[in-house]
């Protein structure tokens, strides 16, 4: 884990479990291997089970929280860190680009280029429906999150990430218009059948 993640867990924690945090997180770390023992990443090496492999803790952490409270508390709580992981992640590689002087448009091509190589795009599959002057939009017709949380026991922790492009998009990308074109839940992890992604334009945009 990065340090800024060690931080966030540690905030959140100690504040909900008191001073015994490190021995819960410990004991999640220790469940996270069989939770990801029990998908069909294991035993297989390449960039994708990389990427998902660290999310095993995220289930572990909720399920161990679920022991503790009730589950709408258990979420919540695994909200207030991985929205905030999630979050800074992006952020991240937005900062990265150096920006500063390109269009609104522009810096969202260039994020979403970068994410295609190096974020999780790199391992869903997305499709183009329009690009233009005033709108840019694309859906994700598979969701690398919903098929390892969903294996994991966990897929509600999915949400969460649809969360996190609430969060961030709007912040960093203030002057195009975020939506999911028509409806929040227009989204995977709330039993669609893909994510819509739509910056600018209409609510509805067809």
Same mark, same amino acid.
């Given at each position: 884990?990065?340090?800024? =993640?060690?931080?966030?867990?540690?905030?959140?924690?100690?504040?909900?479990?008191?001073?015994?945090?490190?021995?819960?997180?410990?004991?999640?770390?220790?469940?996270?291997?069989?939770?990801? +023992? @029990? &998908?069909?990443?294991?035993?297989?090496? #390449?960039?994708?089970?990389?990427?998902?492999?660290?999310?095993?803790?995220?289930?572990?952490?909720?399920?161990?929280?679920? +022991?503790?409270?009730?589950?709408? %508390?258990?979420? =919540?709580?695994?909200? @207030?860190?991985?929205?905030?992981?999630?979050?800074?992640?992006?952020?991240?590689?937005?900062?990265?680009?150096?920006?500063?002087?390109? &269009?609104?448009?522009?810096?969202?091509?260039?994020? #979403?280029?970068?994410?295609? =190589? %190096?974020?999780?795009? %790199?391992?869903?599959?997305?499709?183009?429906?329009?690009?233009?002057? +005033?709108?840019?939009?694309?859906?994700?017709?598979?969701?690398?999150? @919903?098929?390892?949380?969903?294996?994991?026991?966990?897929?509600? $922790?999915?949400? $969460?990430?649809?969360?996190?492009?609430?969060?961030?998009?709007? @912040?960093?990308?203030?002057? $195009?218009?975020?939506?999911?074109?028509? $409806?929040?839940? +227009?989204?995977?992890?709330?039993? %669609?059948?893909?994510?819509?992604?739509?910056?600018?334009?209409?609510?509805?945009?067809?």
């Amino acid at each position: 884990m990065k340090i800024k =993640e060690i931080k966030i867990l540690r905030s959140v924690l100690s504040k909900e479990i008191g001073r015994t945090w490190p021995v819960f997180l410990l004991k999640c770390m220790i469940k996270n291997r069989s939770i990801f +023992n @029990k &998908t069909h990443w294991v035993g297989k090496k #390449n960039d994708e089970v990389k990427f998902v492999k660290r999310f095993s803790l995220a289930s572990a952490i909720y399920l161990e929280l679920q +022991n503790r409270f009730d589950k709408n %508390k258990a979420f =919540e709580i695994i909200s @207030k860190m991985l929205v905030p992981i999630g979050c800074d992640e992006q952020w991240n590689h937005l900062k990265s680009l150096n920006l500063g002087s390109k &269009t609104p448009k522009e810096k969202l091509i260039a994020f #979403n280029d970068l994410m295609d =190589e %190096k974020g999780t795009p %790199k391992f869903n599959k997305r499709e183009h429906i329009r690009q233009d002057e +005033n709108i840019r939009h694309f859906v994700i017709k598979r969701c690398v999150f @919903k098929d390892f949380f969903t294996e994991a026991g966990t897929p509600k $922790l999915t949400k $969460l990430f649809c969360e996190v492009d609430r969060e961030f998009f709007p @912040k960093a990308f203030p002057e $195009l218009k975020f939506h999911r074109n028509g $409806l929040w839940e +227009n989204t995977i992890a709330y039993g %669609k059948d893909h994510c819509e992604f739509v910056f600018g334009g209409n609510e509805n945009v067809g």
